[in-house]
């Protein structure tokens, strides 16, 4: 199976409003009661469906947890949005908050910007509703003023109207264009950046061993080039660019470190006033994976920003086949360590521009002084996590 051949679609909801649960009933065509709601902020499937009228669907299918932070941060919904076909809004009929916020979301997207992008408004739980709080008219209401959004209501516990749901998709992502944005809000446009027109900045290190992608991780957010080819670096590199979040302009520098043991000394004094580090290990190779929390004591001890640094964990080469380290046990990993982790593949952008503008945006708030945003604690021994709560 070829994974560049992947279509992209987004889910977006809040927490609640039944998207993990959607996407095992696209998945797998079946419904458990109770499941785990998504814990990160996005997570990225790859699934295949086929069915009686379509005969193979590759999805790249981000389900992405969204609230009044994430549909503020412009840059963000920008990001993901990028190089999509099809965009699902899922809204809980039985809670007005969920409404409201997708609501809130599409008012934030530039729909000019993204003229081939099929946008979807869904309204889950129909099984429920004796409970709905959100009227028909009310979604016709918004319909009617936003006359490029098409609308469906689902059940994902009972499967209605979901074979519908693949149909609007599949016309979605093998119709489109596949054109891209002609301005990304990522990267700031226009004049010569100066000290007068730029109001902060960020740092941000790429750590982790010899060959995991560092310097091709690099290339594809900059330039959105890869080249297989690409030399291990045997100093250090930094690139920059300005970036937006909201009304203000960013810059943004990236340095790019030695993973060489014998070079091992030179990050670390990179290290003392970094925002964020990205710490990449490949999938392919179990020693890069066992490496990490080497890493990741080496900025700790190096840091003059304490529990301040936002680490990342990032598997790259998820496009390989050969794959040794299981998404299962990199999360787990992480989670024990409360740091969040990422899969992404250099080769075929995958989640690149999405785990960079969530870094920024992260680094960025915590500089303007909003405490425990997005904050993944680690679990303690002993402790559960409450799953009585249900979502689907």
């Known amino acids: ?126 099984d429920q509703e004796d409970n709905r709080k959100i009227s028909k008219e009310k979604f016709g209401d918004f319909i009617n003023k936003n006359n490029s959004i098409e609308s469906l209501g689902i059940s994902s516990k009972d499967g209605k109207n979901i074979p519908e749901l693949i149909n609007k998709i599949n016309i979605a992502v093998n119709e489109s264009k596949n054109k891209l944005p002609s301005n990304i809000v990522s990267e700031a446009q226009g004049q010569k950046k100066t000290l007068m027109n730029v109001s902060g900045s960020l740092s941000l290190v790429l750590v982790g061993d010899s060959q995991v992608g560092k310097t091709c991780l690099v290339n594809r957010y900059f330039k959105n080039k890869f080249d297989a080819s690409t030399l291990s670096n045997i100093g250090i590199d930094k690139d920059i660019k300005f970036v937006k979040i909201g009304e203000e302009e960013l810059k943004l520098t990236v340095w790019d470190t030695v993973g060489q043991e014998r070079f091992r000394a030179l990050p670390k004094k990179y290290y003392q006033n970094a925002d964020g580090v990205l710490l990449l290990f490949d999938v392919t190779k179990e020693d890069t994976f066992l490496h990490v929390n080497d890493w990741i004591k080496d900025v700790k001890d190096n840091s003059n920003k304490e529990n301040d640094v936002v680490i990342y964990i990032l598997g790259n080469k998820i496009d390989m086949p050969e794959r040794v380290i299981t998404k299962e046990k990199a999360e787990e990993f992480s989670k024990s360590l409360g740091l969040k982790y990422f899969e992404i593949s250099c080769k075929i952008n995958m989640n690149i521009p999405e785990v960079m503008a969530r870094m920024i945006m992260e680094c960025h708030m915590k500089n303007s002084g909003i405490k425990d945003v997005f904050q993944l604690k680690p679990a303690k021994k002993g402790e559960h996590r409450d799953r009585r709560r249900c979502c689907h």
């Open 1 to 126: 199976m070829e994974y560049d051949s992947f279509k992209k679609v987004l889910i977006f909801g809040n927490a609640g409003s039944g998207k993990t649960s959607l996407v095992e009933r696209l998945e797998r065509g079946s419904f458990t009661e109770g499941k785990k709601p998504l814990e990160n902020e996005f997570i990225t499937h790859k699934l295949t469906i086929e069915n009686d009228q379509i005969k193979k669907l590759n999805i790249n299918l981000y389900e992405i947890r969204i609230d009044e932070n994430f549909n503020k941060n412009q840059e963000l919904i920008d990001s993901f949005l990028y190089e999509c076909q099809c965009a699902l809004f899922l809204v809980d009929i039985t809670n007005l908050e969920s409404f409201e916020l997708i609501q809130s979301l599409i008012s934030n997207i530039e729909i000019n910007k993204y003229p081939y992008l099929k946008m979807i408004l869904i309204q889950n739980k129909c």
